[in-house]
């Protein structure tokens, strides 16, 4: 499972009654394709801007995990349970073998075929239909660009690769296969793969990163959200500023490209909300003086 996906909606025709007849049931017309898929899809799928900025990242995440092979950290990159935002805590390494640990939808894979069919549709995130995605639609993916060279390198150091992902545990298998068949396995459910319904409940990670971390020292992470690095991200009634500001100054604001590396994805997620007032300060809207006239 990933996040709601920007969509738009086709509205349906109106109720026709015929002349002596009862109200007919509305029918909704079939709606043409659009022309175009939307813009943020057009970035991220096709833009070779998308393309450098994942392997920008990809490069950082390796040379950074193969310099912490030969200088050993204490503590680990994963939230200590009873963490805060405020006052942030982290699990000790101890004698563990190390490990990253990455989400997996656009992150590590690029979901063309599900992708596809909700641009073509014109429709927005559906649960039942990722379902069926997920069982049917292994092969209709792509790896994100720089993801395979990198987990090769990693790997190679002797450093273990494990997925954390809210893709569903009933698919375990097929699941298995997309990431396999894009060229980044292994992954064997619940041992280098996490899935929905593994550990705990619902699509909160923090409980399945906590034991990934009784078994390894996890040095560094990957994600498209921010909720793929610590559940606190994702309160529902953290504002809008202020989850950006924790985002985006200390404790946290070091961690990026030093242990945490973050994916782009405009297309979905919690991270695309807000109203004008939320995203733009009041001190610094600008209009132009010349349409005022």
Known sequence: MRGAVLGAAFALSAC?????????????????????????????????????????????????????????????????????????????????????????????????????????????????????YERTGADKVLPVPGAVTAIRAIRAAGVAVIYNTNRQSANAAQNEAAIVGAGLGPARHRDTLFLQGDVGTGSAKDPRRAAISERYCVIAMAGDQLGDFS??????????????????????APLWGSGWFMLPNPVYGPGLRGSFDEVFPADKRWSDPAGEE
Request: hydrophobic share 40%.
């Open 231 to 252: 559940d606190l991200f994702n309160v529902r009634t953290l504002p809008v500023q202020e989850r950006r500001r924790a985002a985006g100054t200390a404790p946290f």
């Open 16 to 132: 026709a009654t015929a002349p002596g007849v009862g109200p007919q049931a509305a029918i909704a017309p079939t709606p043409a394709a659009p022309a175009d898929p939307p813009k943020t899809m057009q970035w991220l799928y096709g833009s070779g801007e998308a393309a450098a900025v994942s392997i920008q990242a990809y490069h950082a995440m390796r040379d950074y995990v193969l310099e912490r092979t030969r200088r050993r950290p204490q503590q680990s990159v994963v939230l200590a349970q009873g963490s805060t935002l405020q006052a942030p805590r982290w699990v000790p390494c101890g004698r563990k073998p190390l490990a990253v640990v990455l989400d997996v939808d656009e992150t590590a894979i690029l979901n063309l075929g599900y992708e596809y069919d909700e641009a073509v549709k014109g429709r927005s995130y559906d649960q039942e239909i990722w379902n069926r």
